[in-house]
Each structure stands twice: as C-alpha cells, then as structure tokens.
C-alpha cells in the first residue's frame, strides 16, 4: 500500500522533468550553432588554403632559369580566384579577397552563418566566419 504524496509536493516531478527538458533543448540548440560555426570555419580554412597553394603555383617562367621562384602576382590572384569558384563548397553568400605580391599570395575567405537558438539571444541573426590562408611558392625535394 502506497500512500498518497503530502499536497505541497504534487506536481514537483512534472515542473522538474519540464526544467530540464527546456535546459535540454537549450543545450541542442546552442550545440547546433556551434556545429555550424566550427563546421563552415573548416570549409573555408580547406578551402582558402587551396586556393593559396593554387596561386602560389604561378610563378614566373624567366626567373626559374635563374632558381629563383618568384610568383606573377596577376596570373596568382586569378588561380586563386579561379580554383575557389570552381569548387563545390563555394556557395554565393562567400566573399573572396585576394593579394599578391612576387614573394607571397593571401587569400581571404568570409562567410555569415545563420544562428538557430541563438538568433533569439542576440540582436544579430548570423555569425561572421573569416579565414586566412598564405602561401609561397616553395620547391619540393
């Protein structure tokens, strides 16, 4: 035989299960902005750094004769330019910034990411991720 709960007590369970099902649902939704964050930062770090590395591949054909690696800073910006358009990670809402010079090519990748709970907390509806990426033309052994 079981008796019945004092009257001051009824309910306490529900109004618990309720707080943390709502702390639950909080954590999910805080876990899912930053998936997105950390997860559009890795596209866009893979992404600049290939580009990069693509740039640094045009150097100037007149110098190798000398050994000496020196990058077309033009030809450069638009390889970099070139392999990150042609990728199926770049989407239309990416800004690009490239620059060269003869000893070096960066590449400026930004990108806003929609908040899902967090649009809610912040007078801001998205988050801005920038990556940089630099790369030199380098002779391998």
């Excluded at 909080?26 to 290939?50: C, E, I, K, N, P």
């Amino acid at each position: 035989m079981s008796r019945p709960p004092p009257r001051d007590e009824q309910g306490a369970v529900i109004l618990w299960s309720l707080g943390l099902l709502l702390m639950l649902f909080f954590a999910g939704g805080m876990a899912l902005d930053l998936w997105r964050v950390l997860s559009q930062h890795g596209t866009l770090s893979g992404l600049a750094y290939q580009s990069a590395v693509a740039g640094a591949a045009e150097v100037v054909p007149s110098h190798l004769y000398q050994n000496r690696l020196v990058l077309d800073p033009s030809l450069a910006e638009q390889a970099a330019r070139r392999f990150a358009l042609d990728q199926p990670e770049w989407s239309s809402s990416m800004t690009m910034s490239v620059t060269a010079d003869p000893t070096e090519i960066v590449v400026v990748l930004t990108d806003r990411v929609p908040l899902t709970l967090m649009a809610s907390f912040t007078p801001k509806s998205a988050l801005t991720v920038t990556v940089t990426a630099r790369a030199t033309a380098t002779e391998f052994r």
